[in-house]
């Protein structure tokens, strides 16, 4: 008997080649046993195989729906082999293989005998595939050392061999699937080597599922003889079985199309969920933005009124205590009231052009416009706003251009308040007038505060973009800036932004003068 567990544990225990006999062809005699039906796929494929040497052709798959139709293809195809004096070995489960043993004894064997002979071996299929897979890699060498120890056993004694194995379907019901197929195809390799002849049986559940069509293809391809289930082995004439055929081969071509249109709509669904997500999270990002936003813009709304409050109840306090105020507090009170109310002026102008802009009905009326006053206004505005910052002027006595003065106006406003924001005291401002070209205007706001970082500078211009805090420790809107790149592309301008080396930030607007079309409107009148 050989002793199968010891060639598992241990390696290179196979009997030498020169012990071996030649192989000696036996006819495969049909076994007629006691007991239940049997399919006639045997009776037919034993008897073919009759007179001829065990071949690598001789490598059966056998699907089935029930043990009980397992059991007794099984049975006849050992049974055969024990009767004709050969080797059966049965690679097994625990309950197929009591099945098959009370089967084979209620048809008269004598399965002591043949065990004690070596003519027949059972083994445990489920700790063998254990024993052939080292975390999740089929040892090939090991699996072949199992073979040819029991067919060079087998050939010492003058006996063929024929394997009924459940190794495969074992791995594939552990999931691992690419050893299952190894399995098969090392199996076809050995059969060069060693002459055997081997019965695998999948359950026909087992390969059911959609994710294991490739998988049942493969098992199909490695095996020289394929066959089908009880229900269609039952169908005992030709013209049952073709009817049989073309019934499954519609049902195929259903299927095919209702998986390939189930895969479409999940290919859709699977869009649609991700479409979904994307929106949820932008939904998410859009809330914490408009919240970021909201806070800041009360906060810079609440700075203006709280400074405008204090002043009245001290002007108050200081009126109902003296029952006058001098000349130098009314002055002081009422700059104070005036630079307030434009710096509310200036955020209650950008929130209202940002809801326009998100309207699309932000629109300006250009006129013509001399720049240079203009601009000579907004930055003597910002020297008393601020009252801390050295603010430097170059512009020409006169820049005529068609432009809507008030967006103009509250671009450049934009911009110096940018420079205040996010520069020292130290440091100047600088803000130049010219025309670089004919028909042209370029106003430029530089800063020499820390400039803006690499990784930001893309995002410059974007709505709610908030750059790192400005002098004072505070964020601004994230709207400024974006406004002026809307009301200057209205114009059909251009906004940029340098970052010159010295440091700080240079914010550069081209404005066509549109004096062109101004004459040519007056000249149409």
Known sequence: MVNVSTSLDKRGLGLPPDHRQQAVSQPWDVVALSDGPISDTWNHEVTRTQGHEISQANHFVQFYETDAFLLDVVTKFIGSGIRSGDTAVVIATEAHREGLEQ?????KFDLEEARAQGRYIAIDATSTAVALVAEGAFDAERFEEFISEIVGTAEAQGRQVRFYGE????????????????????????????PFLLLCAYQLDTLGAESFVDL?????????????????????????????????????????????????????????LEAERTAGQEAVAALRVRDDFLAIAAHDLKSPLATLSAQA?????????????????????LETITAQTATLDRLINNILSDSSLGRGSLAIAPKLVDLAPLVA??????????????????????????????????????????????????????VVLSRPSEGVAELTVRDFGPGVPPEQRPYLFERYFQGNAGGDGRRGMGLGLYICRQIVALHGGEIRAELPEEGGTRIIVLLPLGLNSLSDADSDG
């Open 167 to 194: 190794l495969a379907p074992i791995l594939i019901s552990h999931g691992n699937h690419v050893a299952a197929i190894c399995v098969e195809h090392l199996i076809n390799q050995l059969q060069n080597q060693y």
């Open 103 to 107: 089967r084979l004894e209620q048809a």
């Open 313 to 333: 109840q001290h002007s108050l306090r200081r009126l109902q205590r003296d029952g006058a105020l001098g000349p130098q507090e009314c002055k002081k009170a």
């Open 216 to 272: 049942h293809a493969a098992v199909c391809s490695t095996h020289s003889q394929v066959y089908p289930s009880e229900s269609y082995v039952a169908l005992s004439t030709m013209d049952e079985r073709m009817r049989a055929v073309a019934v499954l081969q519609q049902k195929s071509r259903w299927l095919e199309t209702e998986i390939a249109n189930r895969k479409l709509a999940e290919a859709r669904i699977t869009a649609a």
């Open 377 to 430: 206004r907004v930055v003597e505005d910002g020297r008393m706003r601020s009252g801390r910052h050295q603010i430097d002027l170059e512009s020409p006595l006169s820049c005529d251009a068609v432009v809507d003065q008030l967006r103009i106006e509250q671009v450049l406003v934009n911009l110096l308040d940018n420079a205040i924001r996010y520069s020292s005291e130290s440091l100047p401002i600088k």
